[in-house]
């Protein structure tokens, strides 16, 4: 769709209106899963694994089955229920072996929780201990596998590339030019690695599952708490080995999820309990130390980036190694990895490149997609080697980005060519660096004078990109109808667990058919028995892709508005235009129809009809995209790239590492603001998930690799005094040509390279380039003692559980 | 929660201990901040819960010149944070419990069920040691006081026997020209448990004492490191050396909050800048 | 010191079988009497018994304030209070915020200023707002976080809730004199 003709005042394009749903959450009567009551409703509980692998040698379930009140026991010994996204290596339940401290054993269905847990609590088992894979230099040794089978796993072929007799789930590359020797003819070169932990999604709810699952027949009904409705019952369908039109899935309100809920989660386990309880609903809560240790995470990382430059500042080669701690199973931690290969150098234009990903299996708790999917990691890596290579050269970071940054006629690693109409990262970074007054970096003097006071300030900056990472043909479809009195009802694939997308949608439509907001609606709580496909809510790609679909639905409606109108009004259809509620003749505005006089049909004053009630349907799918080649990474990837910056201003404790954030400024080029108040949220949110990872969170493990901080106690989040004291977002438009209205999307951007960013204010401050993250309190202070200039995981960590 | 304990709020104090003595797996509740974790994650297994909250000795909370200050077992800890004689005369004892969790537990948690629950990093015994705070204990043999210094055995143990509880912990008046302080460091703003926590105290004789938090198995009074302190005369070099000094008297351990050498670290940090506050400031307002 | 004969009542109770606790409260404005275990959280006392959805559970134990109610005039953590202490108490919950059909100025404020995006936490920061606004109908920044930093949000980033309840206290300094 190509809106060529770009307005700047549109009359609900651009509109701040507040979102759809929201008085029923402030009510209350928004319910959630976890809000489900169903009649004859049973609780789950589950057994998980105390150890990071160990042999399962017998379980004793017979007490279990004993208690009153128990309706089912099941163990991973009576099932063999396979489920996997891309790769086809996780079993519903372990077998045999348990692949990470978490991982599910058993599980009960009972009358009530306490009898369920009580009955959790007299299962019995027996492990024999093995010794873990315990991070990413281990698993690539390849002593021990985590997946004895991985040469016979089951993938998408083609996408992902399982090595064979070792850890690595997936190996994806991609390379532009010659590297090896550009990096001879350059003038410096800079050898640097970084690392971050795994970091929790955290989302308020947990992944709460409802499943029923008929013990007659093959249907099976889904209420979850999840993002992926459609992705979901087609796994279920392919696990259980059933038709997709026996799967109901229903999605409540959702209670955050940012990629943790997207795929397939605790329903199959929902679903053989339900079975064995002979089809009674079962209902499954994660308590939050489950949601820690059991259910996934986002990867840790460890970037390897070597880069060649000239004196000028020109970068002329760059070659990246990411590693990724992808814990037990792939589940969505493949894919990232192949997104680390396309979008794994930054938003930069560097004749030669090479980035080697890949996504390795330990006996930890497995990732999955997180808000940013990968991206925050690999611009920590990018965006931190940046800022050093500006140090070594001498030349201002600002100068360095601008000198090598991506613009019209540049092409990215995977040879896209970035146009006009692909937005400006420059023009972001350019935004930012005015916000927070850059004018260069600290002088050593200027620091040591600071540093007497106990406080430095520091500030710093930090470009970013990220596209949809989705299937070349990812596709999404609206149905639209309207109701007798002339409103619009709207039923879209995707879920709104609170990025605005029912909002967004009904403001595009209200756009497309000029009527009142209040007179569109998006239908909430989805099912998959009414509403049409999408592929995942996932990846930014809603606005773009569900807002194309919608403006189709909507010129479809109209398209069938005046066709009837042309029979009514006695003129044709290409004479016909609409507003106001009103079909209307360009030319005598008078001679019109109301929507609501065709919506079921017009009524001739005989009483006869024509036309019938008003249903129309859009769809979108991904145009132009392909796979990429595996040995090259060339090919066509990215629907849409959406680029930003971030900068920060911030002041260090250094006698305690305590950082308080002053200021953050982030600009993005969405091409069209479509809702500012629902962007502005999640600028804000998605900043501060950015500086928990920043300064935070993280997982830590006990030398056997067992999660030593599954609570909110230990795992912190950010909180209301934690939070900047000021953020200040910058919308860029430089219009999007096949966005809806020249938009893009911008759910996952506000959280990348935000670490970067404060890593390089840090350096400002204090003149210590920090590799590892978070930048917590006592890893300043520890950083400061150590005396070094750099400092690696190893001189701030006391535990393992990093790189 | 696996216990599926009986639940009795007895009217007066005979009943409570009798109870306590007669039934095992007694647990006695107040707040419940602690209690409750306890329960759900399994790590207790309760059979009777006894709810000290009805019982109006607990409710005590008053302040006689001269006599000092008496926090009843009841007393929650957002009532301490609101006091205006706490923030004047016990200004570590204001600074602690406005630090602790958040707002919305502070409302339910209370002072004596902090001490009681004997964390090593709980958040208000190092003020309350600094001030020589005694803690009453009522039981089948009748009451007894002990120093709150004896009162900590172990990671989460007290002196407290079968049958006892405590139903107040008492303050002396600290007189006029007393000053206090309580520094704390941790992960984050909001609320998190103390990684490190500082009382310290310039009484009105000039003598200093110092209470710290999460450096050992429990709350410590640092009695050793004051004597040397005392010795000397109270500057910002002396201040400077106690920093320094600190570091051979307490031993932490790493965990998941911490290392070790953090803790030292941060020992040595809060504790120059709570005395460096003291000595510079005037007035004793916290 | 202790006196037997005060014990009836004690000996009463140690000697039954009986767990089970009555209760009597009154919530939203509504006596309720019931009969419960006393293991029993208040949380799922207002949500399995009374079916009083709009308070959240999401860690239970007292980290995130997504189960606050307010109990006697202060905002609490649901979820660690057990059902029985609240006997005599009264209780309000999000769905009393509301009144003669109409949603309180509060709550409005949250939708103007998009304070929510999931809406799982907002209950839980309504209700600790609630408690804050009623004892100091005027907080300073530093106050209100004070108040509300017991209740996370994973959406929002906190800056939209500020500014509602910032928003809220001085609409309600007017407009309900
Ligand atoms: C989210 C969260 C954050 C927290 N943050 C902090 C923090 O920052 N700093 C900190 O110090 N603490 C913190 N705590 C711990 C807790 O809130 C405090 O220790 C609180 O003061 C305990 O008081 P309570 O009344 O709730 O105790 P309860 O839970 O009722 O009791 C605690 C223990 O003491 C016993 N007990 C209580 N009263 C008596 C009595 N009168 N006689 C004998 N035994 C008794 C109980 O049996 C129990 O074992 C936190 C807790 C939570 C859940
Ligand atoms: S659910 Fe009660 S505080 Fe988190
Ligand atoms: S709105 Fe989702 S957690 Fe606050």
């Known amino acids: ?803 | 929660m696996l216990s599926r304990f009986k639940y009795l709020k007895p009217h007066n104090l005979n009943e409570a201990v009798q109870y306590l003595e007669k039934e095992e797996k007694s647990f006695v509740l107040a707040g419940g901040t602690d209690l409750m974790i306890l329960l759900r994650r399994n790590l207790i297994n309760a059979e009777h819960i006894v709810d000290i909250k009805g019982l109006p000795e607990m409710a005590e909370f008053e302040f006689i010149d001269g006599a000092g200050l008496t926090i009843g077992a009841s007393v929650v800890v957002n009532t301490v944070v609101d006091s205006e004689v706490v923030k004047t005369k016990y200004p570590a004892l204001h600074q602690a419990s406005a630090s602790l969790a958040s707002f919305l537990l502070r409302n339910r948690a209370t002072v004596v069920g902090n001490i009681c629950n004997a964390s090593p990093g709980a958040d208000l015994p190092p003020a309350l040691l600094v001030y020589d705070a005694v803690v009453n204990i009522a039981g089948p043999q009748g009451m007894r006081q002990v120093p709150l210094h004896e009162f900590f055995t172990g990671v989460k143990r007290t002196v407290l026997q079968r049958g006892e509880l405590v139903i107040s912990v008492q303050l002396p008046d600290p007189g006029d020209g007393d000053k206090s302080i309580y520094l704390r460091q941790a992960r984050l703003r909001g609320h998190d448990l103390a990684t490190v926590g500082v009382a310290s105290r310039i009484k009105p004789d000039g003598k200093v004492a110092i209470g710290i938090c999460a450096v050992a198995p429990t709350p410590l009074r640092l009695f050793a490191l004051e004597e040397k302190i005392n010795e000397r005369e109270l500057n910002q070099e002396t201040v400077e050396w106690a920093a320094e000094e600190i570091k051979q008297h307490i031993h932490p351990i790493t965990d998941v909050r911490s290392s070790a050498q953090y803790r030292l670290q941060m020992a040595s940090v809060l504790l120059k800048r709570g005395l460096s506050h003291l000595i510079t400031k005037e007035d004793n307002h916290g | 010191m202790v006196d037997h004969k005060e014990c009836s009542l004690l000996d009463e109770h140690i000697a039954s079988n009986q767990r089970k606790v009555s209760l009597t409260c009154v919530v939203n404005g509504v006596e309720i009497c019931d009969t419960i275990d006393p293991t029993m959280t208040l949380l799922h006392f207002l949500r399995d018994r009374l079916k009083l959805f709009g308070t959240k559970e999401s860690c239970g134990e007292g980290e995130c304030g997504a189960c606050t109610v307010i109990m006697n005039g202060k905002a609490v953590t649901s979820c660690i209070i057990l059902a029985i202490e609240a006997d005599g108490a009264e209780i309000l919950t999000v769905e009393g915020l509301a009144k003669d059909g109409r949603i309180s100025i509060l709550q409005e404020e949250f939708i103007s200023e998009d304070a929510l995006q999931c809406g799982f936490c907002t209950p839980g920061f309504l209700m600790s707002t609630r408690a804050l606004l009623d004892r100091n109908p005027d907080p300073s920044e530093e106050e209100i976080k004070e108040a509300l930093a017991g209740n996370l949000c994973r959406c929002t980033g906190y800056l939209p809730i500020l500014k509602a309840v910032k928003k809220a206290a001085e609409r309600e300094r007017k407009e309900l004199k």
């Open chain 1, 1 to 803: 769709m190509d809106h060529s003709n770009y307005q700047t005042d549109y009359k609900h394009v651009g509109q701040p209106y507040s979102r759809k749903d929201a008085q029923k959450k402030v009510t209350g009567q928004a319910q959630y899963a976890i809000d489900l009551d169903l009649p004859g409703m049973l609780y789950g509980k589950w057994l998980l694994s105390p150890h990071a692998r160990a042999k399962i040698l017998s379980i004793d379930t017979s007490a279990a089955k004993a208690l009153p009140g128990v309706k089912a026991v099941i163990t991973g010994e009576e099932t063999d229920i396979l489920v996997g996204l891309y790769m086809q290596d996780k079993l519903a339940m372990a077998k045999g072996e348990t692949r990470y401290q978490g991982e599910v054993v058993a599980a009960v269905a009972a009358v009530d929780l306490q009898t369920a847990e009580k009955a959790i609590s007299l299962i019995k088992v027996d492990y024999e201990p093995l010794k873990p894979v315990l991070d990413v230099d281990e698993a690539l040794d390849g002593d021990i596998l985590v997946h004895e089978d991985i040469n016979e796993l089951k993938h998408v072929e083609g996408v992902f590339f399982p090595q064979k007799d070792s850890n690595i789930a997936s190996l994806n590359k991609a390379k532009r030019g010659d590297v090896d020797k550009a990096l001879q003819e350059a003038d410096i070169v800079v050898e640097s690695e970084f690392s971050l932990p795994a970091v929790a999604h955290a989302p308020m709810e947990t992944h709460v599952t409802i499943v029923q699952a008929d013990p007659y027949s093959n249907r099976i009904v889904v209420w979850s708490s999840a993002q992926s409705p459609f992705a979901l019952r087609q796994m279920l369908a392919h696990s259980f080995k059933i038709s997709e039109s026996d799967i109901e899935v229903n999605i409540p309100f959702v209670g955050g999820a940012f990629g943790g809920k997207a795929g397939i989660h605790l329903e199959p386990l929902a679903t053989l309990l339900s079975k064995a309880a002979n089809g009674a609903p079962v209902k499954l809560i994660p308590t939050r130390e489950e949601e820690f240790n059991q259910l996934p995470t986002r990867a840790g990382m460890r970037g390897h980036i070597i880069t060649g430059a000239k004196k000028d500042g020109k970068i002329t080669a760059v070659k990246v190694v990411y590693d990724w701690d992808s814990g037990a199973y792939a589940d969505y931690g493949v894919n990232v990895g192949k997104t680390a290969v396309y979008s794994g150098i930054g938003p930069y234009d560097i004749e030669n490149a090479a980035v080697v990903s890949k996504t390795i299996y330990t006996n930890k708790v497995f990732s999955t997609a997180y808000r940013g999917f990968g991206h925050l990691e690999t611009h920590w890596t990018i965006e931190r080697q940046m800022d050093i290579i500006s140090q070594k050269l001498g030349i201002d970071p600002l100068d360095l980005r601008m000198k090598n940054l991506l613009e019209p006629g540049s092409r990215t690693i995977s040879g896209e060519l970035i146009s006009e109409s692909s937005g400006s990262v420059k023009d972001c970074l350019a935004a930012v660096v005015k916000e927070i007054g850059w004018t260069g970096r600290k002088t050593e003097e200027e620091r040591r004078k600071e540093w007497a006071t106990g406080k430095v300030r520091g500030k710093g900056f930090a470009v970013l990109q990220k596209a949809p990472a989705m299937p070349a043909n990812t596709s999404t479809s609206v149905i639209m109808q309207m109701t007798g009195d002339g409103r619009v009802k709207m039923m879209i694939g995707a879920i709104d667990y609170g990025q605005g997308a029912n909002t967004t949608m009904a403001q595009i439509a209200a756009q497309e058919l000029d009527l009142p907001i209040d007179r569109v609606e998006v239908v909430e709580n989805l099912s998959t028995q009414t509403n049409p496909y999408d592929w995942n809510t996932v990846a930014s790609k809603y606005t773009f892709m569900g807002g194309n679909a919608v403006i189709r639905a909507s010129r479809d409606m109209l398209r069938q508005m005046k066709d009837i109108a042309a029979q009514v009004l006695h003129s044709t259809a290409d004479h016909l235009a609409h507003g106001g509620g009103y079909i209307y003749h360009i030319h005598n505005p008078e001679r019109r129809i109301a929507y609501e006089q065709l919506a079921l049909g017009y009524q001739y004053p005989d009483g006869s009809g024509i036309g019938g009630p008003l249903i129309s349907h859009g769809v979108y799918m991904a145009d132009g995209l392909t796979n990429l080649d595996h040995e090259t990474g060339q090919g066509k990837p990215a629907l849409v790239w959406t680029f930003g910056a971030h900068a920060v201003d911030l002041e260090v404790d250094v006698e305690t590492g305590s950082i308080t954030i002053l200021k953050v400024a982030s600009a993005f080029d969405i091409g069209q603001v479509i809702n500012e108040k629902l962007i502005y949220g999640q600028i804000c949110g998605g900043v501060l998930q950015g500086l928990g990872s920043a300064i935070l969170e993280g997982y830590k493990f006990s030398p056997d690799n067992r999660l030593l901080n599954p609570s909110f106690t230990d795992n912190k989040i950010p909180t209301m005094k934690d939070m900047p004291i000021e953020v200040v977002p910058i919308y860029i438009e430089n219009p999007q040509k096949n966005g809806p209205y020249g938009a893009r999307g911008v759910g996952e951007h506000p959280m990348i390279s935000v670490p970067s960013a404060v890593g390089n204010a840090v350096y400002d401050a204090l003149g210590i380039n920090f590799h590892v993250l978070p930048l917590s309190p006592e890893a300043i202070v520890l950083g400061i003692l150590s005396g070094k200039e750099s400092i690696l995981c190893t001189d701030v960590n006391c535990l393992p559980g990093c790189y």
